[in-house]
């Protein structure tokens, strides 16, 4: 099942470990990079170009909680599960820099279901996500404990 072919909410009853989630695709630029940076990240590398250059990054990257916001937001217009995106936990790298005029989309796998014996109204789904550039270099890799609740029968 990819997103394309998905077009009402899914519970946990309708997901099978590999099924897949494609994103729409997102333009970032030095704007939207600065922006993000200089309210809630102000490293020179991500708010002034000239500084970035002589920085780690060699030039203007992006916030890491950049990308995973935009990864956020992208995973949320893609993976229709009912009751929407609710975390419990994850773990998340970064491999390379997002950079001005990359345009990210996210590929998200189902890898693991476990329902809940506590609670059989619900269960938790392992969701790698690989947050991709143009030139499908990922740029992101995350694993996230969502919950998914079951259909109410009745």
Same mark, same amino acid.
């Given at each position: 099942?990819?997103?394309?072919?998905?077009?009402?909410?899914?519970?946990?009853? %309708?997901?099978?470990?590999? %099924?897949? !989630?494609?994103? $729409?695709?997102?333009? +970032?630029?030095?704007? @939207?990079?600065?922006?993000?940076?200089?309210?809630?990240?102000?490293?020179?590398?991500?708010?002034?170009?000239?500084?970035? #250059?002589? =920085?780690? !990054? @060699?030039?203007?990257?992006?916030? $890491?909680?950049?990308?995973?916001?935009?990864?956020?937001?992208?995973?949320?217009?893609?993976? *229709?599960?009912?009751?929407? +995106?609710?975390?419990? $936990?994850?773990?998340?790298?970064?491999?390379?820099?997002?950079?001005?005029?990359?345009?990210?989309?996210?590929?998200?796998?189902?890898?693991?279901? +476990?329902? =809940?014996? =506590? #609670? *059989?109204?619900? $269960? +938790?789904?392992?969701?790698? =996500?690989?947050?991709?550039?143009?030139? %499908?270099?990922?740029?992101? %890799?995350?694993?996230? #404990?969502?919950?998914? !609740?079951? #259909?109410?029968?009745?």
């Amino acid at each position: 099942m990819t997103s394309s072919a998905v077009s009402q909410a899914l519970y946990l009853d %309708d997901i099978a470990v590999g %099924d897949e !989630f494609v994103s $729409g695709r997102y333009h +970032i630029d030095a704007e @939207q990079i600065m922006a993000f940076a200089s309210q809630f990240d102000p490293q020179p590398f991500h708010t002034d170009p000239e500084a970035a #250059k002589q =920085s780690f !990054f @060699q030039g203007l990257a992006a916030s $890491g909680w950049h990308t995973m916001s935009i990864t956020m937001r992208l995973i949320v217009e893609s993976v *229709p599960f009912a009751g929407g +995106i609710v975390g419990a $936990g994850g773990e998340l790298s970064w491999r390379r820099p997002t950079r001005p005029d990359d345009v990210l989309y996210v590929r998200s796998k189902v890898v693991e279901i +476990i329902p =809940s014996r =506590s #609670k *059989p109204d619900r $269960g +938790i789904v392992m969701v790698q =996500s690989l947050t991709l550039n143009q030139r %499908d270099e990922v740029l992101q %890799d995350s694993t996230a #404990k969502l919950v998914l !609740f079951r #259909k109410q029968v009745g």
